[in-house]
Structure formats: C-alpha cells, structure tokens
Nanobody, 124 residues
C-alpha cells in the first residue's frame, strides 16, 4: 500500500497550489481520506477530510474558505486545492487514509495509511 503525494512547492503569499495524493496497492474508494500538515517545530495538525463518496467534507478553521478537498475514486486520488495561501500555511503536507475506529475525523490516530509528505513553502 502506497500513498504518493505531489504538487508542493514554493509560492508567494496569495497564490495557489493543488496537491494530489495517489493511492496504489489497494482501492480506497470506500474510505475517508484526509490531509494533515506539519510545520517546523510544530505538531502534525488536521487540515481537511473527505468522506468515501465525497459528499461530506471537513476543514480546520484555519483553512476553511481557502482550501478545498476533493477526490476521484476512479483514479484512487485525493486532491487539496489551496488558494489565498499565507506564510503560516508553510508545512509538509501529508495525505492519509482512515483506518476507522473511535477517533474523530481530525485525530491523526484514526488514519492507518500515510503518504510521504510534500513540502509547501509560502513566501511573504
């Protein structure tokens, strides 16, 4: 099972990036998927999540209205469109697949599979 995240890079404040996370090794079309991020010296934090069919989405307050999570189950891929980027969005972004259980959607312990991360740097 592999999750390959891509799309990170350097962008100026106010700019946009689109992250992709392609899953291979199994089909994740029936699982919730999410994005987390970890800034230097900080703990990993929840960014966004999407239900298996895309009908329900969840966002942290810090990105709500600026980021959009989506998925293409035919391609086994989840996306994160990031607009109006800010320097505080600088972090390594990780995609993850839910393993279920009793943890909430924003709790990293809910997620069983993780990608390797892609670095997003937003300059001021």
């Amino acid at each position: 099972v592999q999750l390959q995240a891509s799309g990170g890079g350097l962008v100026q404040a106010g700019g946009s990036l689109r992250l992709s996370c392609a899953a291979s090794g199994r089909t994740f079309s029936t699982y919730r998927m999410a994005w987390f991020r970890q800034a230097p010296g900080k703990e990993r934090e929840f960014v966004a999540a999407i239900s298996w069919n895309g009908e329900s989405t969840y966002y942290s307050d810090s990105v709500k209205g600026r980021f959009t999570i989506s998925r293409d189950n035919a391609e086994n891929t989840v996306y994160l469109q990031m607009n109006s980027l800010r320097p505080e969005d600088t972090a390594v972004y990780y995609c993850a697949v839910s393993g279920g259980g009793y943890y909430t959607v924003v709790d990293s312990r809910r997620y069983a599979y993780w990608g390797q991360g892609t670095l997003v740097t937003v300059s001021s």
